[in-house]
């Protein structure tokens, strides 16, 4: 039976589990997207499609049905209107209804943080904009024309909750039923949640009356939390896990060549790790100061140290024009220490690079090998580590004047990152403080450009400003990897970067 | 003699109690001067300025520290420890579902260095200076001195990865297993109480490594205790007596010496099981153990204040009864301790 | 008593101490003997040796102490080479011993009354409600009040007094053949002392005990015992009836040790001291320890065979000087 | 002590001699390190990353190809140092506060008491990481958190003794003397607590360095690159399923064997100091 | 002749256990603390040059006395007059920078343990010199290091220490040198007063004798005055003018030394003397010895004699009231029947 029983079953070890059944509450974290997005259903769906390697991988240029059997876009452009599966049930029974997708709508464009951000991304900002026609038909109403309102649809925030459920927990106080849906799931996705211990392990269980795809082959998925990627790395090489979710790169190369492992990585969209310059903290305002920067730190040695070469190299010239894209720079210590001469630096000064401690794994090695190497232009630095909750505060307070960092966007468009990273609204992620009116100019336009030509032109002139003015300076593309028994198949690279048990198998 | 009893208890609670107050207060400035901000991390990654503000508000983090402790104090009145931001959970709900795996880890260990640290010292005490002794007291001492993180990892290397006589480091089951109806909280016992023998296996094997790692740290002041302890008493006035008296080494040993040596023993016992509650973050960690300590690690470097200033309390109250009850032991040991 | 063979016979008892400092040959060449029935009181100043001379006869030396040469005999055995669980059957049943400190020489945390029984349970087969009986008959023989409720008190609930009287009833709980009392009344108030050296007068009489006390008040020994040794330093250098060592000392330390100690009717002016110290047992000794202190030394005094040899006059008188008085 | 007394003292405890010979040992290491080390301590060499040991690389090297066995010695001095200072501060003010507690007795003694009960009532390794996270990781403020946990016992130990010296007929000639309190305390009595206090801070500088690692490993001790044994064992841990066992291995035994050498070191001083303990 | 110390009525109780604490108070816990009667309504004098001796059995309260008298313990109630100068009422922790603090010097009981073992026996005897050695204080500079070193000397030659000793260590020396080095200490300041409590007990008698000798020499060298406390009635008789006989904190019978000793009237200093040793083989028994427990000094009845539950001569009187010396004669006892010495079972 424990045999059988195996076959069925999916063993998965991740760092660190969810903490938030639902993905529209306060401080839900990463996991949780996973969560939501294998126990939810949305709309929509993105295509997949496969890559040179033979792996499979979302495909952001094509979506797909999944609650809504077709849509369309009205004649003035000015809305769309989804028809909705008939046959859809949640995990109680209940059917799902137009309304239900009001309501989650609703709620995520009300509750306010993280979930009503996200859906201002794609310009769905208003209840009002969610008009149920008839039970299985919903229209929304654009607000301005935003080639990202329809893929802002299948994003995890877009999850249809069973309102009727979830409407018996609301309080007058809690009118979204918060408190209850953290701890409960209301969804109709392809699993249903049987066990949830946070913080060491959530047991999914198949929810046969799934219609919105193809049966998901597994009965059952385990997913423990191991936080040592060491004991992770043993579990994998042993065959006592089947899967091992989001590897550190140390751990990849160690499993590589092993025989009974399979490894995937996938280079993270629109992610990069990056040193970061705060150009209101002189004397990073200079240019030219950034620029010695840029052609002092040790690339080679940082990629190959700290990631031990698993991602994509972001320096020494662009050999295409995707994003996120090469730099010019290269280490260049004569023209580095030239530079600093010419900004009148020559004899260097002191200042404190930062990290995020609870991504020391690459962090620690690139502030180690940054350290090392600006110190041979006289800059001498001070290593601070910053733990978790700390670092967001850092950020948010943009007084770090030199930082390792990493960044992704969901939603694969260069002008996107560069809205939230180089834009002079000054976002979080904009932790250089970087302002630049002609930049900002050339990220709205883009935004908004529907003629292919002029919007390409905007990109590379965004781009071309971000290299030469180098606030940040971008080192490499980050992997995400997954580690599991040959046996398993049906892994699928995503945006949110987690795991889609739905198309996982075990032969 | 029973009411007695009871006014003691009683009195002994009640005088930790300013104790415990300022355990309270402390943790609860220290948290706040934590550098992190809830807030920001409560709000998101992408959250703006004044989307923190809000959320600031919502969490009453703008109030001013007295009141902010006064809310705390009401919610604790009620039995409210706070919800963690890490785990999502109200913290008593974490602390109930992780205390078990934290307190059976260490009494585990706990069991562990008892059952070899005291022969250890007897053995010591009955040879002293012999080589045996200074191998006994090499190696507990060398075990005090091994750091129990680089230890657990070490065990790892060698019995999972190396040997593959030990089940993955993955916390308190085998993947395979659920675990047993919920009793005592304590897999081993559960899983005994409800007749399952597979989950027992699993849960007492999945137990020996990390508490061999904390027992072994624990091996030395038991066994030095022990040692020390019977050495002292073993060249008493009233063993000499009981030698003079004929009565066997058995009953020279036991009821004379080794009884009295109890209450030193004792007392460690109880120090080294508060100290082993605090070091249980480490090994926790290393071994995946879901437990208190590192609920509590995680919970401080997020600067998540609820789960640290619970964990804190509960571990105060854990002291408090332990105390006690080691002062009532060795009052039962020795009568003129519980006067 | 000359003729037939004495109950208990110490006979050229020689005890090393091995210490951090060395060697220290802390008990050379002893003799003593005790009849049974009789009391024999062993006299000298701290650290002379009169402990370690018993705990030697009674096997129950400190590990660093070793027998280097000598026999200790009581009645048909050889106590030092008698197989351990032998020597355990004798200790507590024929051979007792009452020590120094009452209250240390006492389990802490046994009631006094179970102490008794320990020693009732391994020398009797008596059961169990049996023994209890015995211990309080043998707490009511040592004259404690209420012994049926002093059974249950712990020693610190005791006075210093009662505790020797506890000791005393354990040690004479089988009604033993010898009495070793060592100091059984230093640090009792002198009212206590005299009770309690009367109590063990009165039942070593009533058991016809024999009975050998240490002692370093000479006042104590000459009130309660029919012979006495004199020990100096690891050696007896005199033994004889109480009588006769206080009448004619013959040993230059004997009366040194008695002009020393205050009496009643004796002034300050007739009290003398004696000259030096103590010899620091550690460096090598002469035959006669004595001697670097003695004023009536002479130089065959560091020729060695200096044994203890009874007086032509009395045969019961034992001097070991090559120059008495 | 007689000479002769401290040889036989140290034959029957061939521990100590050990002890003594890994101090040297060690405080060489401490003093000297960063002047003897083969290799830079701190200087990368990414294209010798991870060597396992060898004649070059003694202890191997890490992931960023500095040489263990450099930064393993120079390591020696961060640790040391950390310990000692915190051993030191925590000795200090727990001896004064202990001293004050066990002389005065009464309210004083009750207050101190209080005090040292309300340390001891939270979770020590906790509190020290608690300290540190609000305070910031530093080098001091690791020292300071070590210092706070480890006072109690200074505390305790202190007061203990000044309590049954207080009583000693010693403290009351004194007073006859003409000697006042603090003269007294201080003058008198304190000299005779300091064998079992320097035994103590022995067996603490072990604790010491153990806590300081223990909270390197956990993100919480002093920044990179400073070499510190405990941060280089939580480094290395990610390598020794891999196979890579040296880099946590050599600092992890260069810890184990420093507290060790502390701890043997505390356990002759006690021998030697009280000969009681041990017969 | 005005005495040179003079107690009057001094009382000395000590509470017992734990006071109270706020909470138990606030739960009306309202029990009075219990009080042990160290020493009760004491009153003697001693003249200058005299030497009385303070016997009784362990616990009575002789050393509590003895500190009430050094001042290193406060009176409870009583006064203390020291060269006809009330010191009773300065507290304690003050005296020690009292003026008549240097007339007033003791030798302790256990000579190791009142030895500092961190301080040479040089320094153990130029402590108080250091401290008191410039009379009058305040005003007065402390004495030259040069002048400290000349009356330790002096000092030790005075109790026939070898000099030296004087760099040694305690542990270093023999009982017998470790109680001159006290001794010395004593008598550096040049007191008036000596109290010596229970000097020779740890010692053997072989020592014993010389100190005896050395004490009573110095007393009559430097005209001192002896408070001596034992528990050896033959030294008192030997270096003692009077002698007082204490039982749980009472005097019960004091008087000249031949008087108390030829014809004890309390019965517990009969006992006392019967318990002494005639050093005859042949003297006959005629012994009193004390029965059952002494009664407990915590919170007794004030209206009980002190020795009444071992008393051999109780009688119902001495439970209704409790006898107290008579104040005119030389000899005095506190007993209701001193005289009825037939009675003895
Ligand atoms: N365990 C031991 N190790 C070393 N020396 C010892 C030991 N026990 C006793 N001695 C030494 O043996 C000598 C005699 O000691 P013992 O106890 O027999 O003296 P004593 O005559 O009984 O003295 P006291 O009257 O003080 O009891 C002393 O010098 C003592 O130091
Ligand atoms: N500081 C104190 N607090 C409470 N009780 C005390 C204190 N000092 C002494 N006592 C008690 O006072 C009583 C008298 O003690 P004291 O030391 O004066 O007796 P003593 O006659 O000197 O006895 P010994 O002969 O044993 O030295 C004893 O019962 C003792 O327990
Ligand atoms: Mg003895
Ligand atoms: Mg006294």
Redesign the pocket.
């Known amino acids: 039976a424990l045999a059988d029983a195996r076959k069925e079953t999916l063993l998965v070890v991740i760092e660190s589990g969810p903490n938030s059944l639902d993905i529209h509450g306060v401080g839900t974290n990463r996991p949780a997207y996973g969560t939501s997005w294998n126990v939810y259903d949305r709309l929509m769906t993105y295509g997949v499609k496969k890559l040179a390697n033979g792996t499979e991988m979302y495909d952001y240029k094509t979506l797909k049905p999944e609650l809504a059997t077709k849509w369309e876009i009205a004649k003035d452009g000015k809305s769309v209107t989804f028809h909705l599966r008939r046959d859809a049930k949640f995990h109680d029974g209940t059917p799902v209804t137009a309304a239900d997708v009001k309501w989650s709508f609703d709620r995520a464009v009300t509750v306010g943080g993280f979930p009503t951000f996200q859906m201002k991304a794609g310009s769905l900002e208003k209840p009002e904009q969610f008009v149920v026609v008839d039970p299985y038909t919903l229209r929304i109403d654009f607000l301005r024309a935003d080639k990202l309102t329809l893929p802002d649809l299948a994003v995890p925030v877009a999850a249809i909750y069973n309102s009727t459920l979830a409407k018996k927990h609301a309080t007058p106080d809690d009118p979204w039923a918060m408190a209850w849906l953290k701890n409960n799931e209301a969804g109709g996705g392809a699993y249903q949640v049987a066990s949830w211990r946070p913080g060491s392990e959530m047991v999914y269980t198949r929810f046969e009356g799934w219609k919105s795809g193809p049966k998901p082959k597994l009965k059952r998925v385990v997913v423990r939390e191991v936080p040592s990627s060491a004991s992770q790395q043993a579990l994998i090489e042993r065959g006592d896990v089947d899967v091992a979710f989001d590897l550190s790169p140390k751990t990849v190369v160690d499993l590589k060549g092993k025989p009974r492992v399979k490894l995937i990585g996938t280079p993270i969209e629109n992610a990069m790790w990056y040193v970061g310059m705060n150009v209101t903290k002189p004397p990073f305002n200079n240019v030219k100061v950034r620029q010695a920067v840029a052609y002092v730190l040790p690339y080679q040695k940082i990629f190959d140290a700290a990631v031990y070469g698993q991602g994509i190299p972001l320096y020494g010239g662009a050999k295409n024009t995707d994003w996120p894209r090469p730099t010019p720079y290269k280490t260049d210590l004569a023209k580095a220490k030239k530079l600093m001469a010419e900004a009148g630096f020559e004899k260097g000064f002191a200042t404190t690079l930062s990290f995020d401690q609870g991504l020391s794994f690459i962090g620690e090695p690139v502030a180690l090998l940054t350290q090392e190497a600006l110190a041979q232009i006289g800059i001498t630095t001070t290593i601070n580590k910053i733990p978790g909750a700390n670092w967001r505060a850092a950020l948010l307070k943009k007084d770090m004047p030199l930082m390792v960092n990493t960044f992704g966007g969901w939603l694969n468009y260069p002008e996107y990152f560069f809205y939230w990273t180089y834009h002079g609204q000054n976002a979080v992620f904009n932790s250089m403080s970087y302002q630049n009116p002609k930049l900002d100019k050339l990220v709205d336009a883009a935004r908004f450009e529907t003629n292919p030509a002029k919007y390409k032109k905007d990109v590379e002139g965004f781009i071309k400003l971000a290299y030469d003015e180098v606030p940040r300076v971008p080192l490499f593309q980050p992997l995400v990897s997954v580690a599991m028994q040959p046996n398993v198949v049906g892994y699928r690279y995503w945006f949110h970067r987690q795991l889609d048990l739905r198309s996982l198998a075990k032969r | 003699m029973n009411t007695r009893i009871f006014s003691t208890i009683g009195s002994r609670l009640l005088g930790a109690l300013p104790s415990l107050a300022a355990v309270i207060v402390v943790t609860f400035v220290i948290m706040r001067l934590l550098p992190g901000d809830p807030a920001a991390f409560f709000a998101g990654p992408a959250a703006s300025a004044e989307a923190v503000e809000q959320i600031r508000e919502q969490l009453g983090l703008n109030r001013s520290l007295p009141v902010q402790f006064w809310d705390y104090l009401g919610d604790l009145a009620q039995g409210d420890f706070g919800q963690s931001f890490t785990t999502g959970q109200p913290v008593a709900a974490d602390l109930v579902s992780r205390l078990p795996a934290s307190l059976e880890l260490t009494i585990v260990a706990l069991l562990i260095a008892v059952v070899l640290g005291l022969p250890l010292g007897v053995l010591s005490a009955t040879r002293p200076n012999s080589w045996v002794d200074q191998v006994t007291r090499l190696v507990t001492t060398t075990g005090t001195c091994l750091p129990t993180f680089f230890t657990g990892l070490v065990l790892i290397y060698v019995f999972y990865y190396l040997l593959g006589w030990s089940p993955a480091p993955l916390g308190r089951l085998d993947l395979m297993y659920s675990p047993p109806p919920e009793v005592t909280g304590f897999y081993t016992i559960d899983a005994v109480l409800a007749g399952d023998w597979e989950v027992f296996r699993s849960a007492l094997a999945q137990l020996i490594l990390p508490a061999v790692t904390l027992g072994f740290f624990a091996l030395a002041p038991l066994a030095r205790m022990t040692r020390a302890g019977l050495l002292g008493v073993l060249s008493s006035d009233y063993v000499r007596t009981a030698r003079a008296c004929g009565l066997s080494s058995r009953v020279v040993l036991t009821r004379y010496a080794l009884k009295n040596t109890l209450v030193p023993i004792l007392n460690t016992m109880g120090m080294v099981f508060s100290y082993l509650l605090g070091i249980n973050v480490l090994v926790e960690k290393v071994f995946a153990w879901p437990g208190v300590g590192s609920y509590a690690l995680e919970a401080l470097v997020a600067s998540d204040y609820a789960p640290v200033q619970g964990f804190v309390l509960a571990i105060a109250v854990l002291y408090v009864l332990l105390n006690l009850s080691v002062d009532i032991a060795c009052g039962l040991v020795d009568r003129r301790l519980a006067r | 008593m000359n003729d037939e063979k004495p109950l208990f016979e110490v006979t050229d008892l020689s005890v090393k101490f091995h210490t951090r400092l060395g060697e220290v040959a802390v008990l050379d060449h002893i003799h003593l003997n005790v009849g049974a029935g009789e009391t024999v009181a062993v006299v000298g100043e701290s650290g002379s040796g009169k402990s370690v001379m018993a705990f030697a006869a009674l096997g129950i030396l400190d590990p660093a102490g070793k027998v280097t040469s000598g026999s200790v005999r009581f009645a048909d055995h050889d106590l030092l080479t008698l197989r351990k669980a032998a020597l355990d059957d004798l200790r507590g049943r024929e051979l007792a011993m009452i020590f120094q400190a009452p209250r240390t020489a006492l389990n802490p945390i046994l009631p006094v009354g179970r102490q008794i029984e320990d020693v009732l349970a391994r020398h009797s087969d008596l059961s169990r409600s049996d023994r209890r009986d015995a211990a309080v008959a043998q707490l009511a023989s040592v004259k404690i009040t209420d012994p049926a409720k002093r059974y249950h008190n712990f020693p610190y609930e005791l006075s210093g007094g009662m505790c020797q009287r506890v000791m005393i009833a354990i040690a004479l709980a089988c009604k033993p053949r010898l009495l070793i009392a060592d100091e059984p009344t230093t640090g009792l108030d002198v009212t206590t002392q005299v009770v309690i050296m009367d109590l063990i007068a009165e039942l070593a009489a009533a058991n016809g005990m024999a009975t050998l006390l240490i002692t370093h008040d000479l006042g104590l020994a000459s009130d309660y015992c029919a012979r006495i040794a004199v020990m100096h330093a690891g050696q007896i250098l005199e033994s004889a009836s109480a009588r006769t060592l206080f009448k004619s000392p013959r040993h230059p330390y004997t009366a040194r040790l008695f002009a020393a100690t205050p009496r009643p009717g004796a002034t300050l002016e007739s009290l003398t001291s004696i000259p030096g110290q103590l010899p620091d047992l550690r460096q090598p000794q002469p035959p006669c320890r004595f001697s670097t202190r003695c004023e009536r030394v002479q130089p065959g005094c560091t020729e060695p065979g200096l044994v203890l040899t009874p007086m032509p006059t009395d045969s019961a008188h034992l001097l070991a000087c090559r120059n008495p008085l | 002590m007689e000479r002769r007394e401290l040889v036989y003292l140290l034959k029957q405890n061939p521990l100590t001699p050990l002890a003594i010979i890994m101090f040297a040992v060690l405080v060489f290491a401490a003093l000297f390190g960063s002047v003897i080390s083969p290799h830079d301590p701190f200087a990368s060499n990414t294209a010798d990353a991870l060597q396992a040991p060898s004649l070059t690389y003694w202890f191997g090297t890490d992931q960023l190809g500095r040489d263990i066995f450099s930064r393993v010695l120079v390591g020696a001095q961060t640790d040391l140092g950390i310990a000692l200072a915190a051993v030191l501060l925590a000795a200090a003010v727990g001896t004064f506060l202990g001293a004050t507690a066990g002389f005065y007795g009464g309210r004083t003694d009750a207050t101190i008491g209080r005090f040292t009960d309300i340390v001891m009532a939270f979770p020590l390794f906790v509190l020290a990481m608690a300290i540190v996270a609000a305070l910031g990781n530093s080098v001091i403020n690791v020292v300071y958190a070590s210092a706070i946990i480890n006072m109690p016992f200074y505390v305790r130990v202190v007061r203990s003794e000044v309590a049954v010296l207080r009583g000693a007929g010693f403290v009351e000639a004194a007073r006859l003397s003409g000697n006042r309190n603090p003269r007294i305390l201080w003058l008198h009595i304190m000299p005779s607590v300091m064998p079992p206090l320097v035994v103590q801070m022995s067996l603490n500088m072990g604790w010491s360095m153990l806590n300081a690692a223990s909270l390197s490993f956990i993100g919480l001790g002093i920044r990179p690159p400073s070499p510190e044994w405990g941060i280089m064992v939580a480094d290395g841990a990610q390598y020794i399923i891999s196979g890579q066992w040296w880099v946590a291995f050599f600092p992890g035994l260069a810890l184990t064997l420093a507290v060790l050498c502390f701890n043997l070191l505390g356990d002759g001083l006690r021998d030697i100091i009280d000969p009681r303990q041990r017969k | 002749m005005t005495p040179l110390l003079s107690l009057d009525a001094v009382h000395k109780r ?1 509470p ?1 256990g734990e006071k109270p604490g706020l909470l138990a108070r606030a739960f009306g816990a309202n029990k009075p603390q219990s009080m ?1 009667h ?2 009760e309504n004491v009153s003697f004098d001693l003249h200058p040059g005299e030497s009385i001796g303070l016997v ?12 009430l008298v050094t001042r290193l313990l406060d009176t409870s109630e009583g006064r203390i007059l020291f060269n006809e100068r009330h010191i009773g009422d300065v507290p304690a922790h003050d005296f020690a920078r009292h003026a008549e603090r240097a007339r007033i010097q003791q030798v302790f ?1 256990d000579p190791t343990d009142s030895l500092n073992p961190r301080f040479t026996a040089f320094d153990c005897i130029a402590d108080p010199l250091r401290r008191l050695g410039a009379t009058p204080l305040p005003e007065a500079k402390p004495m030259s290091a040069a002048a400290v070193k000349a009356r330790v000397e002096e000092a030790a030659d005075q109790v026939s220490l070898p000099r030296a000793l004087l760099a040694r260590y305690p542990h270093q020396l023999s009982g017998g040198q470790k109680l001159r080095v006290g001794i010395a200490r004593g008598i550096a300041l040049k007191p008036q007063l000596l109290i010596l ?2 000097p020779t007990s740890a010692l053997d008698v072989s020592v014993q004798a010389v100190i005896l000798h050395l004490l009573a020499e110095l007393r009559r060298e430097l005209g001192l005055s002896y408070l001596f ?1 034992s ?1 050896d009635l033959n030294v008192v008789r030997l270096l003692c003018d009077r002698v007082m006989v ?1 039982y749980l ?1 009472k005097i019960v019978e004091s008087g000249p030394v031949e008087a108390v000793f030829a014809a004890p009237k309390h019965p517990y200093t009969q006992a006392l003397m019967a318990a002494v040793s005639k050093f005859d083989p042949d003297s006959g028994e005629t012994r009193i010895r004390l029965t059952d427990d002494p009664q407990s ?1 915590i919170d007794p009845d004030p209206h009980c004699c002190r020795f009444y539950s071992r008393c051999y001569k109780k009688q119902r009187a001495c439970e209704q009231a409790m006898p107290e010396r008579d104040g005119k004669s030389v000899h005095q006892v506190a007993c209701f029947f001193p005289n009825r010495l037939d009675e003895a079972s």
């Open positions: 000590f017992l042990l160290a020493v009784g059995e362990s616990g009575c309260g002789k050393s509590t006395l003895v500190r009981q409590d229970e406390v528990h204490m904190g000094p």
